[in-house]
């Protein structure tokens, strides 16, 4: 394989396939293209490339990048540009264009799109269960500990003082979300909780750059990840159309699903996932407008904790 082969292979992988392209030192500049053909015949002047500085390749978006697995759809021709169906809600793609009536027109498109449209915002606070019990060999063995406990106080009475009718509590069905999901219920009494399988914690996607602490075997990810994917599809998406107020949630649940969940969600490559670190018992809250729109308020906050309450097991 050639050096700049080998190149434009590196900088495919470390950016996902999503970016449009990468600057590598080399000794000097490639030649420019040839002319593009024009669909009806004769030649267009390619246009201008972007200036480098001295000694920089720029590398063109690779064809040959690696793929993905199967269940993460990619936008054809993403390359930083948001897909406002991501969440396949958006309402013309709700609806048949070639049904449109042909004597009401585009009055009567309107409003179908307007019946499609979703009208209220959900807030998603995925919170990270509290500290563990590490030399539990099974799920049931893996109770908190008795600072996970005070840090599960703590971020229920965070959740509590934000003054918010939060709709529901969705967990996941391990020991130590379902404890922490306990303690934090008591803080919003009437809140109604809701188990689950697909929150469990488990190995999202393959992570890049790889890590060497840490290496599930392939069949890890291949289940894992579809589960975590479904996940996502079911949580995260903008409102249901009969949804009339705005909405908060809670999913309580573990560091790598949230990770992966905030990739997804704001259409980052998702193999980024193992980049950000999260605290036991910390706060990420997430936005999803009726337009589809995302956005992220925090992150891991945990600055309602004393500093010696902290933990990142």
Not at 76 to 83: E, I, L, M, R
Not at 209 to 232: L, M, N, T
Request: charged letters at 25%; proline letters at 8%; a positive charge.
């Amino acid at each position: 394989m050639s050096f700049r082969r080998a190149l434009a292979l590196a900088a495919c992988g470390l950016a996902g396939g999503s970016v449009l392209f990468s600057a590598v030192a080399v000794s000097k500049q490639p030649a420019r293209g040839d002319a593009e053909p024009r669909p009806g015949g004769g030649s267009a002047a390619a246009p201008p490339a972007p200036a480098a500085p001295q000694g920089l390749l720029l590398l063109p978006p690779a064809a040959s990048c690696p793929p993905g697995p199967g269940w993460i759809e990619r936008p054809a021709g993403s390359g930083g540009f948001w897909d406002s169906n991501w969440d396949r809600r958006e309402p013309l793609a709700l609806i048949n264009l070639k049904k449109k009536n042909e004597e009401t027109g585009e009055e009567e498109l309107s409003s179908r799109l307007e019946h499609c449209r979703a009208r209220a915002t959900r807030h998603i606070f995925l919170i990270r269960h509290s500290q563990y019990n590490l030399d539990g060999r099974a799920d049931k063995d893996r109770t908190l500990t008795p600072l996970g406990r005070e840090q599960a106080e703590l971020t229920g009475h965070r959740l509590a003082s934000l003054g918010l009718k939060f709709n529901q509590i969705i967990h996941s069905s391990m020991t130590r979300a379902t404890e922490t999901t306990e303690i934090i219920s008591k803080y919003l009494p009437g809140v109604k909780k809701i188990s689950t399988d697909l929150l469990r914690e488990g190995a999202p996607i393959e992570p890049d750059p790889p890590v060497s602490h840490w290496k599930p075997d392939a069949v890890q990810y291949y289940e894992d990840g579809a589960r975590i994917e479904a996940a996502f599809r079911n949580f995260i998406h903008r409102a249901d159309v009969k949804q009339e107020e705005d909405s908060y949630e809670i999913f309580v649940c573990h560091a790598n699903v949230i990770r992966y969940i905030v990739c997804r969600a704001l259409q980052f490559p998702p193999e980024g996932w193992l980049r950000m670190s999260l605290n036991n018992g910390s706060i990420t809250h997430l936005v999803i407008r009726p337009n589809g729109r995302v956005a992220l308020r925090t992150l891991g906050d945990t600055g309602f904790m004393p500093p010696d309450k902290i933990t990142r097991t």
